[in-house]
C-alpha cells in the first residue's frame, strides 16, 4: 500500500545500545522528517531531509544520526541510547513544491529505554 | 526561532455541546502557515484544518472552525456539535511560507491539548 510506513512500531531496548528506526515511503516525497513525542512537549523536530544525501539538524538532534541514501528511505539511529530517549517517534514527509506543505506522518515508533 | 503555545493541557466537553481550544504563536514573518493536527489514541496524526496567514477569512472544514487573529497571533480551533470520535490530543503547529531551502516543510508544534468528550 502506497504511503508512509514506519518500523518497529514498538521496541524495548537497554541503555547504551544502538538501535535504528526505519521509515519508508512511497510517494516519492522530497522532504522528510523525524519528531520525537514527549507529553508536555509536543512533537520536537530531531533531523529533517531536503532530498537524498541532504540532511540537517533539527531541535532536538543530539544523540540521533540519520541518514537518506535514497529518496523514499530516512532511517533515525540512536548510537547508545539513553533513557532520556524514551519517546514516541514519528516520521513524516512532504512534496517539495507544495503550496499547503502538509506533512503526512507515519504511525509511530514506540521506543522504550530501559 | 518561532514558538508555538497551548495553554490548555486538557480541556472536556459533553457530546453536541462546542469547545474551543487555544493556540497562540510567536514569529516575525508575515506569510506562514498555521494548522491543526488530531491525535486519537491509535496515534495516528490526522489534519484537521489549515490556514493560510495571508487569507483574513477564517478557515471551515465541516464542524471544525477557526478564530485566526493575525496581530494577536493567535489561532484557535472550535469544535462544534462535538462527538465521541473527536476525542484526541490536539495539536498547533506553524510552518514558514514557501521560503525555498532545504528547511522547507518544517512544522513548529504546540505542546498539545487533551480533549476528553462525555456522553
Known amino acids: 500500500d502506497a504511503g508512509i510506513t514506519q518500523s518497529p512500531r514498538y521496541k524495548i531496548t537497554e541503555t547504551g545500545r544502538q538501535v535504528t528506526l526505519m521509515c519508508h515511503q512511497t510517494?516519492?516525497?522530497?522532504?522528510m522528517f523525524w519528531y520525537r513525542q514527549d507529553l508536555g512537549h509536543g512533537l520536537r523536530l530531531i533531523y529533517y531531509?531536503?532530498?537524498?544525501?541532504?540532511?540537517d539538524k533539527g531541535e532536538v538532534p543530539d544523540g540521533y544520526v540519520v541518514s537518506r541514501s535514497k529518496t523514499e528511505n530516512f532511517p533515525l539511529t540512536l548510537e547508545s541510547a539513553t533513557r532520556s530517549q524514551t519517546s514516541v517517534y514519528f516520521c513524516?514527509?512532504?512534496?517539495?513544491?507544495?503550496?499547503?506543505?502538509?506533512?503526512?506522518f507515519g504511525e509511530g515508533s514506540r521506543l522504550t529505554v530501559l | 526561532a518561532q514558538t508555538v503555545t497551548q495553554s490548555q493541557p486538557e480541556m472536556s466537553v459533553q457530546e453536541a455541546e462546542t469547545v474551543t481550544l487555544s493556540c497562540t504563536y510567536d514569529?516575525?514573518?508575515?506569510?506562514?502557515?498555521l494548522f491543526w493536527y488530531k491525535q486519537p489514541p491509535s496515534r495516528q496524526m490526522i489534519l484537521v484544518i489549515r490556514?493560510?496567514?495571508?487569507?483574513?477569512q477564517n478557515a471551515t472544514e465541516n464542524r471544525f472552525s477557526v478564530n485566526f487573529q493575525k496581530a494577536a497571533k493567535s489561532f484557535s480551533l472550535k469544535i462544534s456539535d462535538s462527538q465521541l470520535g473527536d476525542a484526541a490530543m490536539y495539536f498547533c503547529?506553524?510552518?514558514?511560507?514557501?521560503?525555498?531551502?532545504?528547511?522547507?516543510?518544517?512544522?513548529?508544534f504546540g505542546q498539545g491539548t487533551i480533549l476528553t468528550v462525555h456522553p
Open positions: 503547529a506553524y510552518r514558514r511560507s514557501n521560503a525555498g531551502g532545504t528547511s522547507y516543510g518544517k512544522l513548529t
Open positions: 490556514q493560510e496567514a495571508y487569507k483574513q
Open positions: 514569529t516575525s514573518e508575515s506569510d506562514y502557515y
Open positions: 531531509s531536503a532530498a537524498a544525501d541532504i540532511t
Open positions: 513524516a514527509s512532504s512534496e517539495g513544491g507544495s503550496v499547503t506543505g502538509e506533512l503526512f
Open positions: 510517494w516519492s516525497h522530497s522532504y
